[in-house]
């Protein structure tokens, strides 16, 4: 081991040296002799111990460089064996403390060979390490030194910084001391590594890096972390060792596919229930509560807003930094996790929301993480969002397409949970989103298309449907961009899209005074001149109604009555409407305000009638929905839907039938204006057409349990008359109730 020089010593204390594990650990010099060099400061002295701890070998001299100790070990025990083999040693550390002088003995970090397999690198390089967070981030494990058969627990390190002209990890474990980590550089991929033997789990770490100009960059935390301190403080923490993958949900093929009843009830976990002392619940009281409940309304799923670590309470989760790791607010991994299974217990589906399309600029994230543009594009025009001063993922760059593929797969594969509702997928498309003309960069063939999204969505929807083919993957998408929900071949490979035209459509129709509804008759319908063209979700989610938006009953107008049956009403269309089912946590009981991310939901309005009533009505919706199949079956087929009344603008009727795969029909009737309609007439099929010669009422939102007038036609079965009607040979008569949706199946 040859002598440093000053230059040398100096990078060496400062954490500058390009190559700590040529200089430090044990290396023969020309002779052949061992020489061991450590860098401990602050240490009072350093000493080389043999394998077992028992002997000491030699006493490391302090250099001309604080902290830096060195010595060439005994003649007698310094010259190579005659396989070329170094022995085994172990470091005794004397640190000063209050109290007296402290040893800690433990095997250098630079006795370790290379850590990672050269393959999983280039894969990494190359985009294409399937599930890269069990080679990147921390993971404790035991590893033997070089030439020792002994395993020492610690922890191993490794982080992509290619730009870098040093790594170090600092943490709990050395006193955040960037002299005492350096890593080494895997040049195959850019990655740096090392492993750090006694770190444990539960520490805190980050990763301290200068830039390739020298500069000393604010510390990093780890973008593969499993675990993260509660905010305001942002470190990572070790994790424990990856378990095998939890089980999956035994229905989730069946209760998942495009035929089947989909009701999604959306949570922010932050606000559904709270503490008596306005605390978050953990997951494990989340588990004892939320799958119950909305087991007990008949919602097939949850979808939880996203939980993954962020550092910002307001951003509901949408500006995530640590991507794999659960949010310290409610809890650790394994409360996720039981929280998920405690889930399937009830039969229901857990779906995460995701966001792949951008990532916050906090300093300690990954935001120029080595200095340079690394996850993010580098022009402004593609790496910065301006509506949410974010920056965006370079969905070009091979290393972050594959740290976005795997982490969707993580959350499927180590947790079980069921499907991704994937954010902000229009953002992501388009290369002009939000963005004026010459403020941004067309594509190869000057189109406005982010081809780079296009390819990175087929792939990350086509390794999911592969590795994992009984989840699903939802599109949160507001353009008409083609084949969303086609598969991966054809198209972007969604599962489902959420049909965000009908909602705007359906609430800004709703919101109409009923005198003016008959002038905007066209919007409830309108959704049904393209219904068919993807499989889709019709949700009524948290955008609605926040921002000054209101909540779905503060949407509706007229006085108190009129508002609730309004909502009834509302949810009876859209439960009778093509496409699968989400609604926000508190709309299931007509919350009054809209939501507050800060507060627990009022679930004091349940102690009123009407509050309850409406809790009432979604929860036979639901049964309805999955006990019929007409409302599910056929929701992605015009084969499924059949126009009756289409254009009663003057009385703001709908009628329309639902019909399963069998043909089975179930007929549904809207009336949106507050005037009960008695001897309303309706065209059917005749009986030579196989229609139903009586029908019969099996659901009514003005029913008195749901706190309407109790209105309509339950009292016996609705025969089917001989007088035409509406162009048909039969026809039905109604009374049709006011401001309500009525559910009507063929008598047996």
Same mark, same amino acid.
């Given at each position: 081991?040859?002598?440093?020089?000053?230059?040398?010593?100096?990078?060496l204390?400062?954490?500058?040296?390009?190559?700590?594990?040529?200089?430090?650990?044990?290396?023969?010099?020309?002779?052949?002799?061992?020489?061991?060099?450590?860098?401990?400061?602050?240490?009072?002295?350093?000493?080389?111990?043999?394998?077992?701890?028992?002997?000491?070998?030699?006493?490391?001299s302090?250099?001309?460089? %604080?902290?830096?100790?060195?010595?060439r070990?005994?003649?007698?025990?310094?010259?190579l064996?005659?396989?070329?083999?170094k !022995?085994?040693?172990?470091?005794?550390? =004397?640190?000063?403390?209050?109290?007296?002088?402290?040893?800690?003995?433990?095997?250098d970090?630079?006795?370790?060979?290379?850590?990672?397999?050269?393959?999983?690198?280039?894969?990494?390089?190359?985009?294409?390490?399937?599930?890269?967070?069990?080679?990147?981030?921390a993971?404790?494990?035991?590893?033997?030194?070089?030439h020792?058969?002994?395993?020492?627990?610690g922890?191993?390190?490794?982080?992509?910084?290619?730009?870098?002209?040093?790594?170090?990890?600092?943490?709990?474990?050395?006193?955040?001391?960037?002299?005492?980590?350096?890593?080494?550089?895997?040049?195959?991929?850019?990655?740096?590594?090392?492993?750090?033997?006694?770190?444990?789990?539960?520490?805190?770490?980050?990763?301290?890096?200068?830039?390739?100009?020298?500069?000393?960059?604010?510390?990093?935390?780890?973008?593969?972390?499993?675990?993260?301190?509660?905010r305001?403080?942002?470190?990572?923490?070790?994790?424990?060792?990856?378990?095998?993958?939890?089980?999956?949900?035994?229905?989730?093929?069946?209760?998942q596919?495009?035929?089947?009843?989909?009701?999604?009830? %959306?949570?922010?976990?932050?606000?559904?229930?709270?503490r008596?002392?306005?605390?978050f619940?953990?997951?494990?009281?989340?588990?004892a509560?939320?799958?119950?409940?909305?087991?007990?309304?008949?919602?097939?799923?949850?979808?939880?807003?996203?939980?993954?670590?962020?550092?910002?309470?307001?951003?509901?989760?949408?500006?995530c930094?640590?991507?794999?790791?659960?949010?310290?607010?409610f809890?650790?991994?394994?409360?996720?996790?039981?929280?998920?299974?405690?889930?399937?217990?009830?039969?229901?589906?857990v779906?995460?929301?995701?966001?792949?399309?951008?990532?916050?600029?906090?300093?300690h994230g990954?935001?120029?993480?080595?200095?340079?543009?690394?996850?993010?594009?580098?022009?402004?025009?593609e790496?910065f969002?301006r509506?949410?001063?974010?920056?965006?993922?370079?969905?070009?760059?091979n290393?972050?397409?594959?740290?976005?593929?795997?982490?969707?797969?993580?959350?499927?594969e180590?947790?079980g949970?069921?499907?991704?509702?994937?954010?902000?997928?229009?953002?992501?498309?388009?290369?002009?989103?939000?963005?004026?003309?010459g403020?941004?960069?067309?594509?190869?063939?000057?189109?406005? %298309?982010?081809?780079?999204?296009?390819?990175?969505?087929?792939?990350?929807?086509?390794?999911?449907?592969?590795?994992?083919?009984?989840?699903?993957v939802?599109?949160?998408e507001?353009t008409?961009?083609?084949?969303? =929900?086609?598969?991966?071949?054809?198209g972007?490979?969604?599962?489902?899209?959420?049909?965000?035209g009908?909602?705007?459509?359906?609430?800004?129709?709703?919101?109409?005074d009923p005198?003016?509804?008959?002038?905007?008759?066209?919007k409830?319908r309108?959704?049904?001149?393209?219904?068919?063209?993807?499989?889709?979700?019709?949700p009524?989610?948290?955008?609605?109604?926040?921002?000054?938006?209101?909540?779905?009953?503060?949407?509706?107008?007229?006085d108190?009555?009129?508002?609730?049956?309004?909502?009834?009403?509302?949810?009876?269309?859209?439960?009778?409407?093509?496409?699968?089912?989400l609604?926000f946590?508190?709309q299931?009981?007509?919350?009054?305000?809209?939501?507050r991310?800060?507060?627990?939901? !009022?679930?004091?309005?349940?102690?009123?009638?009407?509050?309850?009533?409406?809790?009432?009505?979604l929860?036979?919706?639901?049964?309805?929905?999955?006990?019929?199949?007409?409302?599910?079956?056929c929701?992605?087929?015009p084969?499924?839907?059949?126009?009756?009344v289409?254009?009663?603008?003057?009385q703001?009727?709908?009628?329309?039938?639902?019909?399963?795969?069998?043909g089975?029909?179930?007929?549904?009737?809207?009336?949106?204006?507050p005037?009960?309609?008695?001897?309303?007439?309706?065209?059917?099929?005749?009986?030579?057409?196989?229609?139903?010669?009586?029908?019969v %009422?099996?659901?009514?939102?003005?029913?008195?349990?749901?706190?309407?007038?109790?209105?309509?036609?339950?009292?016996?079965?609705?025969?089917?008359?001989?007088?035409?009607?509406?162009?048909?040979?039969?026809?039905?008569?109604?009374?049709?109730?006011?401001l309500?949706?009525?559910?009507?199946?063929?008598?047996?």
């Open positions: 081991m040859p002598a440093l020089t000053p230059d040398a010593l100096t990078a204390i400062q954490a500058r040296h390009p190559d700590p594990f040529a200089v430090l650990g044990m290396h023969a010099d020309e002779q052949g002799y061992l020489w061991v060099r450590t860098v401990q400061p602050g240490a009072l002295g350093v000493e080389v111990l043999n394998e077992a701890g028992d002997k000491v070998l030699a006493a490391l302090s250099v001309q460089a %604080e902290g830096v100790f060195e010595a070990l005994p003649k007698t025990r310094a010259k064996s005659s396989s070329g083999h !022995p085994a040693y172990l470091l005794r550390i =004397t640190w000063p403390s209050a109290s007296g002088p402290i040893t800690q003995t433990l095997p970090p630079y006795a370790f060979g290379l850590l990672l397999h050269e393959t999983d690198l280039i894969a990494w390089r190359e985009g294409r390490l399937l599930r890269p967070w069990t080679a990147l981030g993971h404790p494990m035991s590893l033997a030194p070089l020792s058969t002994r395993a020492v627990a922890v191993r390190f490794a982080v992509w910084a290619p730009h870098a002209q040093r790594v170090s990890v600092v943490g709990d474990f050395n006193g955040w001391d960037g002299r005492r980590h350096p890593m080494r550089r895997r040049v195959e991929a850019g990655v740096w590594e090392v492993f750090v033997p006694q770190a444990e789990i539960g520490q805190a770490y980050k990763f301290e890096i200068v830039s390739a100009q020298g500069q000393l960059l604010p510390l990093k935390a780890d973008p593969f972390a499993r675990a993260a301190d509660l305001p403080a942002n470190a990572s923490r070790v994790a424990p060792a990856l378990t095998p993958p939890a089980p999956r949900w035994p229905a989730a093929a069946r209760a596919a495009p035929q089947a009843a989909i009701s999604i009830y %959306e949570v922010h976990v932050g606000s559904w229930r709270r008596d002392n306005g605390e619940y953990d997951w494990d009281r989340l588990a509560e939320l799958p119950g409940y909305a087991a007990s309304l008949g919602f097939t799923h949850v979808e939880l807003m996203p939980i993954a670590e962020h550092p910002y309470d307001p951003s509901w989760g949408y500006q930094l640590g991507l794999f790791a659960p949010t310290a607010r809890g650790d991994a394994a409360g996720f996790a039981r929280f998920v299974q405690a889930c399937h217990a009830a039969d229901l589906g779906i995460l929301d995701w966001v792949p399309a951008h990532f916050p600029t906090d300093a990954l935001a120029l993480f080595d200095g340079a543009p690394l996850f993010e594009y580098a022009d402004p025009r790496g969002h509506d949410w001063n974010t920056a965006i993922y370079d969905f070009g760059r290393e972050v397409r594959n740290f976005l593929c795997a982490n969707a797969l993580y959350w499927l180590v947790f949970v069921d499907g991704l509702r994937v954010d902000a997928v229009a953002s992501m498309l388009y290369r002009d989103y939000s963005r004026n003309a403020e941004w960069v067309p594509n190869i063939y000057g189109g406005r %298309e982010n081809l780079e999204v296009i390819s990175l969505l087929r792939h990350i929807n086509g390794t999911l449907r592969a590795l994992v083919p009984d989840a699903i939802v599109a949160e507001s008409a961009f083609p084949g969303v =929900t086609a598969p991966p071949e054809q972007l490979g969604f599962h489902f899209k959420w049909n965000m009908w909602m705007n459509d359906t609430l800004a129709y709703i919101h109409e005198v003016y509804r008959r002038w905007h008759h066209d409830m309108f959704g049904l001149t393209y219904a068919f063209s993807e499989k889709y979700a019709l009524i989610s948290h955008d609605e109604v926040v921002h000054g938006k209101g909540s779905l009953l503060g949407k509706m107008p007229g108190e009555w009129q508002r609730f049956a309004n909502v009834r009403a509302y949810l009876g269309f859209m439960w009778g409407h093509p496409g699968k089912k609604l946590m508190g299931e009981f007509a919350q009054t305000h809209e939501w991310s800060d507060e627990a939901l !009022p679930w004091e309005l349940l102690q009123q009638r009407t509050h309850k009533g409406v809790q009432h009505l929860r036979d919706l639901n049964h309805l929905l999955r006990h019929e199949p007409a409302l599910h079956q929701d992605d087929s084969q499924g839907f059949e126009w009756l289409v254009d009663d603008d003057a703001s009727v709908y009628v329309w039938l639902r019909r399963d795969t069998q089975r029909p179930l007929m549904v009737v809207c009336n949106f204006t005037v009960p309609r008695v001897g309303y007439r309706i065209g059917l099929p005749g009986p030579e057409e196989g229609s139903a010669s009586a029908w %009422e099996v659901l009514n939102t003005d029913a008195g349990l749901y706190g309407g007038s109790d209105t309509g036609n339950a009292s016996s079965p609705q025969a089917v008359q001989a007088l035409p009607s509406h162009g048909r040979s039969a026809s039905l008569v109604l009374t049709l109730p006011p309500a949706t009525l559910f009507l199946s063929p008598a047996s």
